[in-house]
């Protein structure tokens, strides 16, 4: 079975700092992994995926992540954190990329940014 | 343009009342997914159906029900046997081979 722990329901940054999130995963194929964004009383939206090409991803608004299989981890960064990343954050995994895959998600991340 | 359009978008439901949530997609997708969310508990999955008129349960199915008569149209029931229907629910859609689109979301709240 396929699970993600997200370590850390609540990280804050100050505008400009280096933003860490956390996310493991346990999966017992080699996984597909996302990283979503949600703001309130929104949907999630795709920051990025790893789907077995590059170990490092890139996604949108300059966010990135890296997949380190030795340590079955998949976090989020960005260098320098604005006030509009304000938002939940969610890992998530998968075991297929094909007609049957669902995606099993993390608790989620509360990011808090300071000016 | 396309999208999920999940509707409505608050709804209020008295105890021992079903209510239903629409969700409806004009993408041509052809797998769609109900999940709850609730605060700190990520989202749980309920049903999915990967073609029309063929659905699954997922991790949190009971009291809930759903049917997929058309591609477009998702629509989940929320019965009187689930015991705790207050959450969010997100519905989503996916093309083979291809990745999640997300709605709005509905916010249902028993009173």
């Known amino acids: 079975a396929q699970s993600v722990t997200q370590l850390g329901s609540h990280v804050s940054v100050s505008e400009g700092a280096l933003v860490l999130l956390r996310c493991n995963y346990s999966?017992?194929?080699?996984?597909?992994l996302f990283w979503y964004v949600q703001y309130p009383n929104q949907g999630l939206q795709l920051l990025l995926k790893y789907t077995s090409a590059a170990t490092l991803v890139k996604g949108i608004n300059g966010f990135e992540a890296e997949f380190k299989k030795s340590e079955t981890s998949f976090h989020l960064t960005k260098p320098s954190a604005h006030m509009s990343d304000a938002a939940e954050y969610f890992c998530?995994?998968?075991?297929?990329?094909?007609?049957?895959?669902?995606?099993?998600f993390g608790k989620g991340t509360l990011l808090t940014v300071n000016p | 343009d396309g999208g999920i359009t999940q509707s409505p978008k608050y709804l209020f439901r008295k105890e021992g009342q079903n209510v239903t949530l629409s969700c409806e997609q004009n993408l041509n997708h052809d797998a769609m997914y109900w999940y709850r969310q609730d605060p700190g508990q990520g989202l749980r999955l309920i049903y999915y159906?990967?073609?029309?008129?063929?659905?699954q349960k997922g991790d949190i199915a009971e009291g809930y029900s759903v049917s997929r008569e058309k591609k477009e149209s998702f629509p989940l029931t929320v019965t009187s046997a689930q015991k705790n229907p207050t959450a969010f629910y997100l519905c989503?859609?996916?093309?083979?081979?291809?990745?999640?689109?997300f709605g709005s979301g509905t916010r249902l709240t028993v009173v």
């Open positions: 999966s017992s194929v080699p996984p597909y």
């Open positions: 989503a859609s996916r093309p083979q081979g291809g990745g999640y689109t």
């Open positions: 159906s990967q073609i029309v008129n063929d659905f």
């Open positions: 998530a995994v998968s075991e297929s990329g094909g007609s049957n895959y669902k995606l099993t």
